[in-house]
Nanobody
């Protein structure tokens, strides 16, 4: 499966963005768990959110819980990450990742497929 992340950009503190992770390839995307991770300059890649194959189970990192929402549309082979109440510390490159599994995962080492990343910059 190939993943394409998009939707990043420059936004003011308190603003919102919606990131998309579109999957392609000769596979059934609904069989994959998907996660979002981010990496700020000088920092390690960190977990943001994950969703299981049918979207019934989600999990979030504590810094984003209550502000970010992960969802998926398997008919469109796309997973979304809605970012609300953005803060300067949310500035990072955001990556989506997938694993052929019905479960969900918070560790980056669990994922087999990665998109190229999309930059989110939160600044006034």
């Amino acid at each position: 499966v190939q993943l394409q992340a998009s939707g990043g950009g420059l936004v003011q503190p308190g603003g919102s963005l919606r990131l998309s992770c579109a999957a392609s390839g000769r596979t059934t995307f609904s069989n994959y768990a998907v996660g979002w991770f981010r990496q700020a300059p000088g920092n390690e890649r960190e977990f943001v959110a994950t969703i299981n194959w049918i979207g019934g189970i989600v999990d979030y990192a504590d810094p984003v819980r209550g502000r970010f929402t992960i969802s998926r549309d398997n008919a469109r082979n796309t997973v979304y990450l809605q970012l609300n109440s953005l803060k300067p510390e949310d500035t990072a490159v955001y990556f989506c990742a997938a694993k052929l599994s019905t479960y969900y995962y918070t560790r980056s080492t669990e994922y087999d497929y990665w998109g190229q990343g999309t930059l989110v910059t939160v600044s006034s």
